[in-house]
Structure formats: C-alpha cells, structure tokens
C-alpha cells in the first residue's frame, strides 16, 4: 500500500482536522520520522508521520482526533521546537484527499536485490566497479564534450540514438518506456555512477505501448501515464551497480526514474545525488526480433 495523500482544506483557514501539514520538518532538514513522532505524540495519539511531498522537508502529523491536533499546532505553529532541533515549524490544517477506485499509489515498496521483483530476466551486480574504477570513468566522460537534452546530458558511443521523440517532459526523470525491440538485441546493460536512484518497472496489458502511428509523442507519453491497469515494481540503484535487463525484463516491461528529491528505501530515507551519470549498453540488432513476446514486439513477424 502506498502511503496516504493529504492536502490543505478548502475553505476558511480555520478549517480543522485531526491532520497537520508541517513546513520546515522532515529528513531533508536533519528530522528523523521517529523523532517528529515522539515530540508530537506529547499532544495525543497518533496514526503516524508522513512525507508531505518529495521535499523530504514537510511533514502530515496525523493524530487520532482533533484536539490533539489543534493543541499541537497552538504550541508549535510559527514557535522555535526545541526538540526538534530549535526549528520554527509552519503548521496548518490538512485533509485526506480522496482517491478513485483503481488510482495508483505514489509510492511501491523498493527492493534491494532483483530477487526480490519476481521480473524474469532482470540482475543488479553490487560493486561492478571500484571507487577508484568510478573515478576514472567520470573523469574520462567529463574530458568529452555532451549533448544536452530537456531535462539532462548525453553522450554517444558507436551509433547514435536519435531524441526526435521526447520522452523527458517537465518533471520526470525518465518516462516510463521499453528500449524498442526492432532496434536493439536482447540484452542492455547499465552501469550508475556518481549518485544514486530508484528504478521501477511496469508491465502494462499487452499491446497498451506498442506505438500508434495516429497520435503524437506527447499524446503516447500521457496515455500510458493515465493507464492504471499494470503491475509495478523499484529496485535501489546504488552508485558502481550494474543493472541488467534481458528476457522479460528487457521486452515486456516499462522502465523508468521517477523525478524526485529523495526516495525511500527500506524504511530509510535517502536523498538523490547531484548527479547521476548512466553508462548504457546496447547492441544494435540488425535482423528482425523473434523475441518470446510477440505482444509487446514492434518488429515485424
């Protein structure tokens, strides 16, 4: 289950709720979830503390009834916490938001090991490199010259890919797609350097990516991100890993970065580097794909 998505209620500012939005807190400001906690429950019983956002720097304190709500926020609102590291806190009133039957959750728990995906085909080395290996590649990459992109920078070894189609728009770190059969073999590797990332997968129903000549890129991108009818799953990309996607992993299911500031793995909450570099490996196929999945495939039968 993901976790739950509050806002601001409509209406007067003095609407209330048994829920606190709360500025200036969270982990991105040195604030551990169990140490909110344990301040705010001094006003009541709570259900829990969430992640206001991706900010990693706001916080939902959701208690069991509104009193308790209400006097934490007349202690701490606009006031110095000195238990929470002598932070001014900004509170207001939050809301549960409703959500449609079938929507999908923000978050999918993200695993440490591919094992774990249950997605045939898909490996993730730990250390494929050293430190001092990473170090030398970065630097070799930084002495040439790159080709930037909307939303990052690339660089091309052998063939180039052309980006005519944009798959980057504003706000995603890397739109959910499957390297196309027809263009490449059955194996594409990636090697992370520099920061890490989550990566997740979906496998949507059979057919639903397959390219409709009609309709536009954009129009391509939107349809896929409005589809809700498909499995997910997220692994941990740690820096110096190798991730290798072939068989099903490779053919029958979207990969993606979600763009955010931080993520949360296990529990922990861990914030993305300034940088991520991507070595990717493909090889270009130069007959027709005969791949064990005819319902995903673009390539000629």
């Not at 979906?202 to 390219?211: D, F, G, K, N």
């Not at 939107?222 to 890993?241: G, Q, V």
Request: hydrophobic letters at 35%; glycine letters at 8%; a neutral charge.
């Amino acid at each position: 289950m993901g976790l739950p998505r509050y806002g601001r209620p409509k209406g007067f500012e003095g609407d209330s709720s048994p829920n606190l939005y709360v500025a200036n807190c969270g982990p991105a400001v040195g604030l551990s979830y169990d140490s909110i906690a344990s301040v705010f429950s001094a006003f009541g019983e709570l259900k829990g503390v969430f992640a206001a956002d991706d900010s990693g720097a706001r916080v939902i304190v959701s208690y069991r009834d509104e009193s308790s709500a209400t006097a934490a926020l007349e202690a701490f609102d606009g006031h110095p916490c000195p238990d929470l590291g002598g932070r001014s806190l900004h509170i207001r009133y939050s809301v549960l938001q409703p959500t449609s039957q079938g929507q999908v959750s923000d978050s999918v728990p993200v695993s440490l090991m591919a094992s774990e995906l249950n997605i045939p085909g898909l490996y993730l080395l730990q250390d494929f490199v050293s430190i001092k290996e990473e170090e030398e590649l970065l630097a070799a990459v930084e002495a040439k010259p790159w080709k930037s992109l909307a939303k990052r920078r690339v660089q091309h070894y052998g063939y180039e890919f052309c980006y005519e189609v944009n798959e980057y728009p504003t706000g995603v770190g890397l739109s959910p797609h499957v390297d196309t059969h027809s263009a490449f073999e059955g194996f594409i590797f990636s090697l992370s350097l520099a920061g890490p990332c989550i990566m997740e997968f979906r496998q949507y129903a059979e057919c639903a990516w397959l390219p409709n000549h009609t309709s536009s890129p954009n129009m391509k991108t939107e349809s896929l991100e409005n589809d809700k009818s498909f499995l997910r799953r997220a692994i941990y990309l740690p820096p110096r890993s190798m991730l290798l996607l072939s068989g099903e992993a490779r053919y029958a299911w979207h990969h993606y970065i979600p763009h955010h500031k931080i993520d949360l793995v296990k529990n922990s909450v861990i914030k993305r580097g300034s940088r991520r570099v991507s070595f990717t490996f493909r090889k270009v196929r130069t007959g027709p794909c005969k791949c064990e999945f005819p319902q995903y495939c673009d390539s000629p039968r």
